[in-house]
């Protein structure tokens, strides 16, 4: 037997996939289980729930950022010591990066990873019709291994009934269970200020309601043996990037509390594992960057939610700007941390907040996304993370805008869909920008930081 693992998938975006999944995770915690959670893709939104109601740090398994031994790897790491492992799909089953194949869908990370699938079904409107669906989610690739359907969004237990019987009959496979759409219970709106809620503990009656809504009407037992049918993966990688280095000790400040806290788990394990030590602060808490730090990284968040607090908190601002400016410590701020260190952050009601002022910049909120999507990124200007040739995969997603007077030295050339760009700020210390940089792509960034952070040390 492999280890039990699941991944929940869902027809289409919006079908009810985060509810059941944290549902599932939450009924499971209620029963005493070490659950572990992953997201399909670079969503830190979803992860950020997962973790709060497992109480384990939720991880990304992303087949375009990562190469697969290294998607595998991470999987294989994340679930030691749990029970059981439930991952989250991401977007519909076979929706990726590209219409023509499985690249990156949670279809390909199923696939990759030898994990059995529980497909979530919108049945709203429809009984015989949702087995023609989950027989159309079976055939088109010969390779997924769908083991369950769970009924979404059903009129009543009859109503559940009648789409069991039609699935099981045409699909061959178990209806476990279903949730009806009179449910009182409804997601919270995934909106940008959610996470701090999810961090400050408030969602935590919401979590344990959902978990028993859950198991009332889905058989958490049978998801539970179903996961039992997961390949066996190989628990040691010869070529692992995880491999700790002789110590070369650095220190890193690491900016890490409710509005900064978008940082992908592995990005930290490979710092640590190259023989970086992390120490944490709150620039919330208005904590000081430690005097004895080689390095600052400041990660992604939402500085815009804690405008007004991180603002007044000028001891925190006074020691960043010291740090970076002043003793040009090598410093890596991504997204939330690119805003926090412009001069000001404009909410989208127009109230502005001064900020650390590093980067002669305003940045501007507004209410719809501003950037989206994945980007492979090449360092500019002398960026010490990314040298000359080489190249790294991240994400962008933001709803801020970031506007200069004077032509400021980019930090990256970006790529994506939509064609190239550029992103960030950079000098010779400092490298900035609203990508966030998946270091499991190309370790090669952690090696040139801990380099740049040796080299600043010794002439100090």
Not at 135 to 146: A, E, F, T
Not at 222 to 245: D, G, M
């Amino acid at each position: 037997m492999g280890r039990r693992r699941i991944l929940i998938a869902g027809t289409g975006s919006g079908v009810g996939k985060t509810t059941i999944t944290i549902g599932l995770m939450a009924a499971m915690r209620n029963k005493g289980l070490l659950v572990q959670g992953f997201k399909c893709g670079p969503d830190f939104i979803d992860t950020s729930y997962h973790t709060a109601v497992t109480g384990r740090k939720s991880r990304n398994l992303d087949s375009w950022m990562l190469s697969s031994d290294c998607v595998k790897e991470v999987l294989v790491r994340g679930s030691e010591g749990a029970d059981i492992s439930i991952i989250e799909g991401v977007m519909g089953f076979y929706d990726g990066k590209d219409p023509l194949s499985n690249e990156g869908s949670s279809a390909e990370i199923s696939i990759l990873t030898g994990s059995p699938v529980v497909l979530v079904v919108d049945c709203s409107g429809m009984a015989r019709s949702a087995a023609a669906m989950v027989k159309g989610y079976q055939i088109l690739s010969d390779q997924v291994n769908i083991v369950g359907v769970i009924a979404n969004k059903v009129g009543s237990e009859g109503h559940f009934h009648l789409v069991k019987a039609a699935v099981e009959l045409e699909c061959q496979i178990p209806v476990i269970g279903y949730l009806t759409r009179e449910s009182e219970i409804e997601m919270p709106e995934r909106h940008l200020g959610l996470v701090p809620s999810i961090e400050r503990g408030e969602l935590e009656g919401f979590f344990h309601a959902l978990g028993e809504r859950v198991a009332k009407t889905v058989d958490v037992e049978r998801l539970y043996k179903l996961a039992e049918v997961a390949s066996e993966l190989p628990t040691k990688n010869k070529l692992s990037i995880f491999t700790s280095y002789p110590n070369k000790k650095v220190r890193i400040a690491v900016a890490y509390d409710a509005a900064f806290h978008f940082y992908y788990e592995e990005n930290l394990e490979l710092l640590q594992s190259r023989g970086a030590e992390l120490i944490y602060f709150s620039p919330l808490e208005n904590e000081v960057v430690p005097s004895d730090v080689d390095g600052v990284y400041l990660g992604g968040g939402f500085p815009e939610e804690f405008a007004a607090r991180l603002s007044s908190n000028t001891k925190t601002m006074d020691s960043i700007y010291q740090a970076v400016v002043k003793r040009e410590i090598p410093t890596f701020a991504e997204c939330g941390g690119y805003m926090y260190l412009c001069e000001e952050i404009v909410t989208a009601g127009g109230e502005t907040y001064p900020m650390v002022g590093v980067i002669p910049g305003i940045v501007h909120m507004q209410t719809r996304l501003a950037a989206l999507g994945y980007r492979e990124v090449k360092g500019l200007n002398g960026n010490f993370l990314l040298k000359e040739g080489e190249v790294a995969r991240g994400h962008e997603f933001h709803y801020s805008t970031f506007h200069h007077e004077t032509e400021l030295p980019a930090a990256f050339e970006t790529k994506g869909m939509r064609g190239r760009g550029t992103d960030g700020y950079v000098t010779k210390n400092l490298v900035a920008g609203y990508t966030h940089i998946h270091f499991g792509s190309n370790p090669s960034v952690v090696e040139n930081w801990i380099q740049r952070c040796l080299e600043v040390k010794l002439h100090v």
